[in-house]
């Protein structure tokens, strides 16, 4: 029983490592079908437009069950913000993303998408939604992890060095084709794919800080995402139908353009949703956002043996820049975090300590209430029998959050 039971505690513990490392592996998948289907000619205009119908057919009957009856009125200008989040997120994001996945490679596009915690922070004191004390700790590390985030972006885009060589290289041989990896990719278009990258990075930290903002008045977050997935169908529609002139572009098959639009849909934008707010709920967005980085790691090995794709010495230099940024900006959010959390603890157990030096303050006291009670019973000279004093000791509440990750 004891080893049912300490098997049934590591698993509760390693689930939110469980579901985040899987995660990860679905957006990498994601990243490496979209390639496959952009190069073989699939518009990425179309290809939003698909994905985000199948993210709202997914979400919408959940929404519709499960928050019936907490569903807040949808006034004038929460649609305004809604028709807005439609437009940052599924169309000028997703679109300005795909596109810079077209011109550059799965591994490279991921490395960008690890500016976000750092842009974000910047809209926020743009918005003025963070204050930045610059003589504090974690300010400095939000705004140095910042610095050295675009330091590693700008690395990435303006140098490509040499061609990194694996050890299962030499043992892939790429067939020519439009599928093959980073075949046929200039300077040029890794400049323009940099560019439109960073615009889908800015694009989406825009959209974080407007659906905070959002939230406060829409509690219904089920709600609010597929009212977004509709309204971005909707705006990309729209967008399709002004830069594609072809009705055959909106041709779709049993083949990897459906896969990718099925996929990226369902998985990326519905069931990703969920398992996020899921763990976020438990650990923090801290935790969330702390395993991206992997997510990096898993595309560019996938990447250099499904698409025989081509690492580059600045690539890698920068993406470890990135990196090293982004824990730094998530260091800062998690003592600015456990900062608040402290300041909600009652004085009463402030004062008393905390963790193990609470607890020994705690048995002291006893100790000594026991010697007093002893003392007044010898000189009193009353035969009192040993009673085992037993007393609640007093433990400040958990912070849910762990210091990882992403």
């Given at each position: 029983?004891?080893?049912?039971?300490?098997?049934?505690?590591?698993?509760?513990?390693?689930?939110?490592?469980?579901?985040?490392?899987?995660?990860?592996?679905?957006?990498?998948?994601?990243?490496?079908?979209?390639?496959?289907?952009?190069?073989?000619?699939?518009?990425?205009?179309?290809?939003?437009?698909?994905?985000?119908?199948?993210?709202?057919?997914?979400?919408?009957?959940?929404?519709?069950?499960?928050?019936?009856?907490?569903?807040?009125?949808?006034?004038?200008?929460?649609?305004?913000?809604?028709?807005?989040?439609?437009?940052?997120?599924?169309?000028?994001?997703?679109?300005?993303?795909?596109?810079?996945?077209?011109?550059?490679?799965?591994?490279?596009?991921?490395?960008?998408?690890?500016?976000?915690?750092?842009?974000?922070?910047?809209?926020?004191?743009?918005?003025?939604?963070?204050?930045?004390?610059?003589?504090?700790?974690?300010?400095?590390?939000?705004?140095?992890?910042?610095?050295?985030?675009?330091?590693?972006?700008?690395?990435?885009?303006?140098?490509?060095?040499?061609?990194?060589?694996?050890?299962?290289?030499?043992?892939?041989?790429?067939?020519?084709?439009?599928?093959?990896?980073?075949?046929?990719?200039?300077?040029?278009?890794?400049?323009?794919?940099?560019?439109?990258?960073?615009?889908?990075?800015?694009?989406?930290?825009?959209?974080?800080?407007?659906?905070?903002?959002?939230?406060?008045?829409?509690?219904?977050?089920?709600?609010?995402?597929?009212?977004?997935?509709?309204?971005?169908?909707?705006?990309?529609?729209?967008?399709?139908?002004?830069?594609?002139?072809?009705?055959?572009?909106?041709?779709?098959?049993?083949?990897?353009?459906?896969?990718?639009?099925?996929?990226?849909?369902?998985?990326?934008?519905?069931?990703?949703?969920?398992?996020?707010?899921?763990?976020?709920?438990?650990?923090?967005?801290?935790?969330?956002?702390?395993?991206?980085?992997?997510?990096?790691?898993?595309?560019?090995?996938?990447?250099?043996?499904?698409?025989?794709?081509?690492?580059?010495v600045g690539g890698v230099l920068g993406a470890v820049l990135i990196v090293i940024g982004l824990y730094s900006v998530l260091w800062g959010k998690y003592?600015?975090?456990?900062?608040?959390?402290?300041?909600?603890?009652?004085?009463?157990?402030?004062?008393?300590?905390?963790?193990?030096?609470?607890?020994?303050?705690?048995?002291?006291?006893?100790?000594?209430?026991?010697?007093?009670?002893?003392?007044?019973?010898?000189?009193?000279?009353?035969?009192?029998?040993?009673?085992?004093?037993?007393?609640?000791?007093?433990?400040?509440?958990?912070?849910?959050?762990?210091?990882?990750?992403?």
């Amino acid at each position: 029983m004891e080893g049912k039971g300490g098997l049934g505690r590591f698993f509760e513990t390693a689930k939110p490592y469980i579901a985040m490392i899987s995660l990860q592996f679905g957006y990498a998948g994601m990243n490496i079908i979209t390639k496959v289907s952009l190069n073989r000619g699939m518009s990425h205009y179309v290809l939003v437009v698909y994905r985000h119908a199948f993210a709202t057919a997914v979400i919408a009957p959940f929404a519709l069950v499960l928050e019936r009856k907490m569903r807040p009125k949808i006034t004038f200008p929460i649609f305004l913000q809604l028709f807005v989040l439609g437009l940052l997120g599924p169309v000028i994001d997703q679109n300005f993303y795909y596109a810079g996945l077209k011109f550059t490679s799965p591994t490279f596009s991921c490395a960008m998408s690890n500016m976000l915690p750092a842009m974000t922070f910047v809209m926020a004191v743009l918005c003025r939604m963070e204050k930045v004390n610059i003589k504090k700790v974690r300010c400095q590390a939000k705004v140095v992890g910042t610095m050295v985030t675009v330091a590693g972006a700008m690395l990435m885009t303006l140098y490509k060095g040499d061609v990194l060589n694996m050890v299962w290289s030499k043992y892939i041989h790429p067939k020519e084709t439009n599928a093959s990896g980073t075949a046929g990719i200039t300077d040029k278009d890794w400049l323009k794919g940099s560019i439109l990258l960073i615009i889908a990075t800015l694009a989406w930290a825009s959209f974080f800080i407007l659906q905070a903002i959002t939230m406060r008045k829409y509690t219904a977050h089920l709600s609010l995402t597929a009212l977004v997935c509709f309204l971005g169908t909707l705006q990309s529609i729209a967008v399709t139908f002004v830069m594609e002139h072809k009705s055959s572009v909106w041709t779709i098959g049993w083949d990897m353009n459906l896969l990718a639009a099925a996929y990226a849909g369902i998985v990326s934008s519905s069931i990703a949703y969920y398992v996020q707010g899921l763990v976020m709920q438990k650990r923090g967005p801290v935790f969330v956002t702390a395993f991206s980085p992997l997510m990096m790691i898993i595309v560019a090995i996938m990447g250099s043996f499904i698409l025989a794709e081509k690492i580059y010495v600045g690539g890698v230099l920068g993406a470890v820049l990135i990196v090293i940024g982004l824990y730094s900006v998530l260091w800062g959010k998690y003592k600015e975090y456990k900062e608040k959390e402290a300041e909600e603890i009652p004085e009463p157990v402030k004062l008393g300590g905390t963790g193990n030096n609470q607890k020994t303050m705690v048995i002291e006291d006893i100790e000594a209430n026991n010697v007093i009670e002893m003392q007044k019973n010898e000189d009193e000279k009353v035969c009192v029998p040993a009673v085992a004093i037993s007393a609640p000791m007093p433990i400040p509440p958990m912070i849910a959050m762990e210091v990882p990750k992403a």
